[in-house]
């Protein structure tokens, strides 16, 4: 296991994430403490020290089976994180109530690392609201040593963040943000990062293999790799990918059984970052992946002056290709939660006036239906 430095602390590359846990019978809310200890007892002896569970992973249960899990061991031994539930917004009066009870759950007296969870459309408005108090009470329990470093996690654009970062900033230590080889060009990450190094701040990776996307790809792409390096899996791929990015700290994998961790901790043992030619196979690889599913939309924003319910239709194409993409997913949804029902894609009446002036021949009256059908 390799290890970055982060303000004195030596924190091990690979960090365990513990939203997608073993669980029994397929049920999400009861993780397998039996294999959850085996996994955190293999973690902890092969070096890796930084461990992230959240208020809502696992129904809840995920910080209550990671406390006991690593409450077997000093706690000076392991970094833990957690993060306040801002992405449901009738979380956002309680903070100290759910703050104390996560304490609680986890068994522990403080938290190494706590974060505003998921910065997004829905909840900026009111993560800047001071009613709420949210802010002024996480740097008061990071005064009282209750949290050790405070950051945020962003699944929101680069406005988004933006926005937080100029009221926060100041006070903020990291930023974890999905990253991987395809959101630097899918989710424009190039630009959030940019943004985050403005500000000095180091970079957490959640979603290293999009949701185990990345874990396996088509046979033509996968024999490209192959023959660069004959004995890499394709998981190594996405983790030497982020090894190559200079403001990443710790990257966060949801291992959902022994094998993979295993299998993770293999690949940390040595950091490996691509070089140049690793690099452009790679991202021939994403471009041709993405190129395969969403629609070629330029934002030239034509369509607008034309839609008679004047839906910003570059935007929601821009949502649709995630929620293509992905498979599904909370990204599009949590976005378009921030938008009035008469914006939505729903509204849209199927006029075809867009799809006349649209110099990429989109059929955008057939997407519009399209998402709205995924969407339920």
Known sequence: MFYKDFKGLKISALGMGAMRLPVIDGDDSRPDTEKVFEMVDFAMKSGVNYYDTAWGYHSGNSE?????????????????ASKFPGYDLSNMD??????????????????DFYLFHNVCELNIDCYLDERYGIYDHLMKQKENGRIRHLGFSAHGSRDVIKRFLERYGRSMEFCQLQLNYIDMTFQKDEEKIELIREYGLPIWVMEPLRGGMLASLSDE??????????????PVWAFRYL????????????MSDLTQLKDNINTFSVERPLDENEKAVLSEIAEEMIKSIVLPCTACRYCTSHCPMELDIPMLLELYNEHKFT????????????????????????????EQVCPQQIKISEAMSDFSSMLG
């Open 327 to 354: 498979g599904g997913g909370f990204i599009a949804p949590m976005a378009l939660g921030s938008i009035e029902k008469d914006k939505q894609p729903s509204a849209c009446i199927g006029c075809r006036s867009c």
């Open 243 to 254: 090894e190559s990015i200079p403001d990443v700290t710790v990257i966060l994998s949801g």
């Open 64 to 80: 209550r089976v990671m406390g006991k899990a690593l409450s077997r061991y000093p706690r000076e031994s392991f970094f833990l």
């Open 94 to 111: 309680k903070v100290e109530e759910i703050f104390n009870k996560q304490l609680e759950k986890c068994g522990v007296d403080y938290f």
């Open 221 to 234: 792409n996968a024999s490209k790799l192959r023959r660069l390096c004959p004995n890499d899996g394709i």
